[in-house]
Structures are given as C-alpha cells and as structure tokens.
T-cell receptor
Framework: DQQVKQNSPSLSVQEGRISILNCDYTNSMFDYFLWYKKYPAEGPTFLIS?????DKNEDGRFTVFLNKSAKHLSLHIVPSQPGDSAVYFC?????????FGAGTTVTVRA | GAGVSQSPSNKVTEKGKDVELRCDPI?????LYWYRQSLGQGLEFLIYFQGNSAPDKSGLPSDRFSAERTGGSVSTLTIQRTQQEDSAVYLC???????????FGQGTRLTVV
C-alpha cells in the first residue's frame, strides 16, 4: 500500500525558473516530512524537512509547503539550476519509519 | 568515518546463492535503516534498528531476508537463496534520533543472474 505518492515521474524546467514538485500522502498519522535528492549511483541526500505543526519551511532556494487538510506537500526550487537535475523523493514519518514516494526526476534545461 | 559506508558497492551473484551486504553507520547514530530500490520504484522499507530495542522487521519481503546489527554499530543484511527479483539497490541509512534526517550510504547494487 503506497502511503506516499509522487504522481509526476518527471519534470523538465528551464534554468532560472521555478521547479514545483508535489507529493500526496494517505496516512494522517504522519507527522514529519522530508525531501531527499538522489544523483545516479549515489545514495539519497537530505534536502529539507517540515514538521506537521508547520505549513512552510524555507532553506535558501528550497521551500517546502505542507497542507495537512489536503494531505499534500510540495517542494519549490527557485531559481532552478543545472545541478538540481536529479531524482527527488518525498518521505513521511510516523514515529520512525520513513515511507518514500516513487520519486520525481527533475531535468533543468540550460 | 564521515558518512554511511556500504560494501560491496556492486555484487553479482548466481541465483540460489547467499549474499551478505554490510553497512557501517555514522558514529553515534543509534538508528539504522535498510531500504531497497528496485528499478523504477521508490525506496522500500526493509528493517529498522534503534539502540537495544527489538528491530522492526516488518518490511522484510520473505524469510530469506535477515539482518543483524552487532554492538549497536555495523549491520549486515543477508539474503539466502537469492532470486532474480532480489536484484535491486540496497540502501542503508542511519540517524541520530527518530526525528532527525537519515543519512544514506551509496548503496549496494545487487544483480542476481
């Protein structure tokens, strides 16, 4: 049962523009959400997180928004840079177990 | 070490053979996770260790899979009688506590032929 869903397998964006990645979840017990970035042949690296008591968290070019009523979160990257081309995984936690989405492959075009 | 270390980075094995995958977590991290990523799929939870507590093995796909963590540090994931569907990248992660981010190793790419 996929509790965390990333419905867009890929996203292509022009350099300098905004990238918006979406993630939906079904388990209302999730209380901590994270985004990871993964390059080929490397493990995922932590990008940004948000607690369920917040609706926004910003770190430089990355902002995560959480809409608990809609069970939806999104990651905004602005401005997008070529080095942002990677697979992005959304993850949600209840107690300790991190459940991951299938990932969205972002390609930033020059 | 500075990060989570996994070995080997690549493993090709014949169907039916046993394999052992090793994970060295970040020093001081009490939580350790194993995940796997099959081709085109997300990260599938396998097992979780936290300190001296009983591990959460709920994600192990069959009794051919087992894992242990010795001395609260190094972990070994063992797959017995490997099958072709076991082919995947096996990722280990560790974290300082429950509500901090988990740091991943580079993974072990297992190919069963």
């Amino acid at each position: 049962d996929q509790q965390v869903k990333q419905n867009s397998p890929s996203l292509s964006v022009q350099e300098g523009r905004i990238s918006i990645l979406n993630c939906d979840y079904t388990n209302s017990m999730f209380d901590y959400f994270l985004w990871y970035k993964k390059y080929p042949a490397e493990g995922p690296t932590f990008l940004i997180s948000i607690s369920s008591i917040k609706d926004k968290n910003e770190d430089g070019r990355f902002t995560v928004f959480l809409n608990k009523s809609a069970k939806h979160l999104s990651l905004h990257i602005v401005p997008s840079q070529p080095g942002d081309s990677a697979v992005y995984f959304c993850a949600a936690s209840n107690d300790y177990k991190l459940s991951f989405g299938a990932g969205t492959t972002v390609t930033v075009r020059a | 070490g500075a990060g989570v270390s996994q070995s080997p980075s690549n493993k090709v094995t014949e169907k039916g053979k046993d394999v052992e995958l090793r994970c060295d977590p970040i020093s001081g991290h009490t939580a350790l996770y194993w995940y796997r990523q099959s081709l085109g799929q997300g990260l599938e939870f396998l097992i979780y260790f936290q300190g001296n507590s009983a591990p959460d093995k709920s994600g192990l796909p069959s009794d051919r899979f087992s894992a242990e963590r010795t001395g609260g540090s190094v972990s070994t994931l063992t797959i017995q009688r490997t099958q072709q569907e076991d082919s995947a990248v096996y990722l280990c992660a560790s974290s300082f506590s429950t509500y901090t981010e988990a740091f991943f190793g580079q993974g072990t790419r297992l190919t069963v032929v």
